[in-house]
């Protein structure tokens, strides 16, 4: 059930709301803007296929990508409006049995993670879920643009794939923090996309869509299904 589809007297008993969270951001010379937001709305999507209990919420295409401002077409709303805007969001779902934020973009996870620890210091049964990933292919390199090739592959430039910095994000992020981005990887890319596959972005869907299951059902635990 998505929320775009229903009006409000065929929501019937509370249900878990699944939000999705992306960003609109550069994604290296190969792949589009929305890869986090089209990532995001894919998991909710499956969610709510295996749980008929859950309702997905339109998608949230903006979030905390100040990182990548050095690249034309990053929209950004920061960490204090993206913490801000997911606490009213989530206080305004009390007809809902819980909230579950899944969020497909790295840069949200610091503003995510103060909301979701205000939210529930308020009493709210909410949780966000975020997909994994290897720490030297964090953005735009061969994870997700398997990914993309298995969910919109003509979005996929195959013909502009580039190496961008490989090293283990740990060992960037204080340059990241300094520099952003592009002062990192000049063409937007933490790993390298070479030896992308649809198979395999399949496969890592459903590993990701079977961890927001077990988050869906630890949500559904603690509010009244």
Not at 8 to 17: A, D, I
Not at 185 to 198: C, E, F, I, K, Y
Request: glycine share 10%.
């Amino acid at each position: 059930m998505n929320l775009a589809d229903v009006a409000w007297p065929e929501l019937g008993e509370r249900r878990l709301l699944a939000v999705p969270l992306g960003a609109t951001e550069q994604h290296g010379p190969h792949l589009p803007y929305t890869v986090d937001t089209e990532i995001a709305v894919e998991l909710c999507r499956r969610l709510a296929e295996a749980c008929p209990e859950v309702v997905v919420a339109p998608p949230l295409p903006y979030g905390s990508s100040g990182e990548h401002a050095g690249f034309p077409g990053t929209l950004s709303i920061g960490q204090e409006v993206t913490e801000l805007l997911v606490v009213e969001l989530v206080r305004s779902a009390d007809a809902f049995a819980g909230v579950l934020l899944v969020c497909a973009h790295g840069g949200n996870a610091v503003p995510l993670r103060r909301a979701v620890a205000k939210l529930r210091y308020e009493g709210r049964n909410v949780r966000a879920w975020c997909p994994d990933g290897p720490a030297d292919d964090t953005h735009a390199g061969r994870l997700e643009t398997s990914v993309m090739l298995a969910l919109r592959p003509e979005a996929v430039r195959v013909n502009r794939f580039e190496a961008g910095a490989t090293r283990p994000l740990p060992e960037l992020i204080g340059r990241l923090r300094d520099e952003g981005v592009r002062g990192v990887s000049p063409n937007g890319v933490l790993g390298d996309p070479a030896g992308a596959t649809a198979e395999a972005g399949r496969a890592t869907l459903r590993r990701w869509a079977d961890g927001l299951l077990e988050a869906a059902a630890a949500v559904a635990k603690d509010g009244i299904m």
